[in-house]
């Protein structure tokens, strides 16, 4: 059983904005899912129609197996959640909050390995929230999501607002639930982040997923230049030609002892350079894969797009809105 599908389901607000388009969402259970797009594109609105927070248009959603409108109550004991902007109260400290959210689950969590698993000294557990920098107030939800080892991590934009060692360590945690079964679903703008810990992604633009697959699944899938530089002792004139003659290269550019091949798939990276390496004395190479930037933009069209006019400068990949696997 998946543990998020959703089936057509779809969000207007008013006559004019259409923020979640038709969506025919598949997470699976155990997998760390990255959900993408830029500002604008629908993630929120996805996120909060799972949690109940916003009703539907149309179509539906379930969760764990539950009906997402129907079984909220249900879904909610078994989930951990991150919204955007977590929500705290300024009077009460962090270690309330912690203990606020253990009472309800029924959980039996001590709130100061809590504090400590997150990057919060006990000292910030007795302050009141409503004096905590962006980056805790962040930390406080991230562990108050953590409560009662949940089977689903819900998180928007969990590294918002976090310093690098902070996101470094939510990255840690996310792959330590990860392994012990968790499944995580994030929404994040920061394309490193989601490069060095989704197994898969989904790409939303102007209210539409685009594309799901697994990163390397959507490199190969698009029509991307593969690039690749050599630096070379001497460059033969004849390697040259004949790299520029092959149908399968791009471009060729040469710049003093470095010669830069633009190839039209990530194979033809080898073939270029076994015709280097047969006239020329080779001394490094430095391989590029399509940057995630690449493969966002060419997905998004790298443009904002308005929600409710679902096709303007959106993307037309191939393969679009098909899952492509590895
Ligand atoms: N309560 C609302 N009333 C009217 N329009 C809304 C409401 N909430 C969201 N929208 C609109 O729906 C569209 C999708 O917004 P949403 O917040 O889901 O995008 P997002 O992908 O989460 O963006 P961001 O990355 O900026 O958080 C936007 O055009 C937004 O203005």
Not at 223 to 251: F, K, Q
Request: hydrophobic share 40%; proline share 4%; charged share 30%.
């Amino acid at each position: 059983m998946p543990a998020i599908e959703t089936s057509a389901l779809t969000k207007r607000y008013g006559d004019d904005v259409l923020a979640v388009d038709d969506l025919e969402l598949v997470v699976e259970d155990g997998e760390i899912f990255g959900f993408l797009g830029p500002n604008g594109a629908g993630k929120s609105t996805t996120i909060n129609m799972l949690l109940d927070f916003v009703r539907p248009t149309t179509g539906r959603a379930t969760v764990l197996g539950h009906d997402a409108q129907e079984e909220a109550d249900v879904i909610r004991e078994r989930i951990g959640v991150l919204p955007e902007g977590a929500t705290l109260y300024d009077r009460l400290t962090g270690r309330e909050h912690l203990e606020w959210v253990i009472d309800t689950k029924g959980a039996d969590e001590d709130p100061d390995a809590l504090l400590e698993r997150v990057g919060l000294e006990p000292e910030d557990g007795d302050r009141s929230a409503g004096g905590y920098s962006k980056g805790m107030q962040q930390r406080l939800g991230f562990a108050m999501a953590l409560v009662g080892d949940p089977d689903l991590l819900i998180l928007d934009e969990p590294s918002s607002g976090l310093d690098p060692t902070g996101m470094q360590g939510m990255r840690e945690i996310i792959a330590a639930e990860a392994d012990r079964g968790t499944t995580v679903f994030f929404s994040s703008h920061i394309l490193g982040e989601v490069e060095a810990i989704c197994d898969r992604v989904g790409i939303m633009n102007a209210g539409r997923l685009v594309a799901t697959g697994t990163l390397d699944a959507l490199r190969a899938d698009l029509d991307l230049d593969a690039s690749i530089t050599l630096e070379v002792e001497r460059v033969p004139d004849a390697l040259i030609g004949d790299l520029e003659a092959r149908e399968d290269v791009r471009s060729v550019t040469v710049d003093d002892s470095r010669i830069t091949v633009s190839c039209a798939a990530t194979p033809v990276k080898y073939d270029v350079v076994t015709a280097a390496g047969e006239v020329a004395d080779v001394r490094d190479i430095v391989s590029e894969d399509t940057s995630l930037e690449q493969l966002f933009n060419t997905y998004t069209n790298s443009e904002r797009t308005a929600a409710g006019d679902a096709d303007a400068g959106r993307a037309e990949p191939p393969d679009a809105v098909e899952e492509v696997s590895a």
